[in-house]
């Protein structure tokens, strides 16, 4: 039941969620002290974030605001930890998976529920919260559960095609969720990383054209009956986008390469963007706005507050995550396991796109989640794999 409460607790807030995430690194690290299985301590891409971690902590005790800096830096092994933690306890339970699947759809339900909810009472707001307040925006929620929710079901469909009865309207209903919220650039990595998997799956006409119709349909109806979300990501597209000067995250994007150019080999530390930007008057007066907590741009983050040295071990992080799912695998003939978690490893880690902290909780929850979720599938194939061996 603890898997399954993943629903409950995402949907009580951030501190919350961080709970759940940190209580399942307990309960795993428990377990492989109870059963001395320390195998994972071997896998290169976790070594990777292993160094990464310590160059966090280095890049924060130099920095010229050691203090907060630490805060994020200390912390933030508990990503890999649960990354390497979440596909190892769905392993030991032959309904886990399905009750991991279930916390998430129970979110999403509920999650829709009070967006609906929400944009009656306030038929005008630009974006939409949910159960999480002003604090955070509901978005994050519905690409981190709705992403991996939508590939399991549509790969539900390539294996019995009648499942297409419920897959493709579950697929397009969290589609209209993600427009519901006002949120452009979620919307769009969602249809990312749907979109990914039709194609990499090499999915059938029917299922393509299907899920296509629908999500066309699912967008219509949701700009006829809320004109202001359709106003929004029109105004989005043809002027918030990163690289345009009029996004909200030109500046910031501006702001942190400068600062990356100023500090291009150690950076400024974690968690530090704002004190430099305050403190260098001529990164300051590059725009009348405040300066921001972070550049909202994973890499841009990386790359201003931990240098190229830094820059450099995270990519190589990732560079390990994917042969970890490609290991021992065809180009030519993927599972649809494998294919399920390569598109959700590229969308979620997709270098064009918004952000927020790079290093704190945030959105991290949901990107390690993704991450954690697409390392099952392909350790739940190699099981199958083994077990057809033997």
């Known amino acids: 039941m603890w898997i399954f409460s993943v629903s409950v607790f995402t949907l009580l807030g951030n501190a919350a969620s961080d709970i759940w995430l940190s209580m399942t690194i307990v309960i795993f690290l428990l377990y492989c ?41 200390a912390a933030w092994i508990r990503f890999p930890l649960f990354a390497i933690a979440l596909p190892i306890l769905l392993s030991r339970h032959p309904k886990a998976r399905n009750f991991f699947l279930a916390g998430l759809i129970v979110s999403l339900a509920v999650l829709l529920i ?13 974006r939409l919260y949910g159960t999480w307040g002003q604090s955070t925006k509901s978005g994050w929620l519905v690409l981190g559960f709705g992403l991996p929710v939508s590939i399991w079901a549509l790969s539900e469909v390539r294996k019995k095609p009648r499942t297409v009865l419920w897959a493709v309207p579950m697929v397009a209903l969290i589609y209209a969720t993600a427009i519901l919220t006002g949120e452009i650039y979620i919307t769009l990595a969602l249809t990312l990383g749907v979109s990914l998997f039709l194609i990499f799956s090499q999915s059938s006409f029917k299922l393509l054209l299907s899920v296509g119709t629908l999500g066309i349909v699912g967008i219509f109806t949701i700009f006829q009956l809320v004109p202001q979300v359709a106003q929004r990501f029109q105004y989005s597209l043809t002027h918030r986008l990163p690289w345009l000067e009029g996004s909200d995250y030109y500046v910031p994007w501006s702001r942190g390469l400068e600062i990356f150019q100023r500090n291009p080999i150690i950076g400024i530390g974690p968690k530090n963007h704002e004190s430099y930007c305050n403190f260098i008057s001529e990164i300051a007066s590059m725009s009348t706005t405040a300066c921001y907590p972070h550049p909202h741009q994973l890499y841009i983050q990386t790359a201003s507050e931990t240098g190229l040295i830094g820059l450099t071990i995270f990519l190589l992080m990732i560079f390990a995550l ?12 993927l599972s649809l396991s494998t294919t399920s978690a390569l598109c959700l490893l590229i969308t979620v880690l997709w270098p064009i796109s918004t952000y927020s902290h790079a290093f704190g909780q945030h959105k991290n929850f949901f990107t390690w989640l993704a991450i954690a979720w697409a390392l099952s599938l392909v350790a739940s194939d190699s099981n199958r794999v083994n077990v057809g061996k033997s």
């Open 322 to 333: 994917f042969s970890e799912l490609l290991r021992g695998k065809n180009w030519r003939a």
């Open 114 to 126: 009070v967006l609906v909810q929400e944009r009656i009472n306030n038929p005008d707001a630009e």
């Open 33 to 73: 002290y109870v059963e001395k299985e320390w195998f994972w301590l071997r896998k290169t891409w976790f070594q990777v974030s292993f160094v990464f971690w310590i160059w966090l902590i280095v890049t924060s005790l130099i920095s010229q605001w050691p203090g907060s800096s630490l805060e994020d830096s």
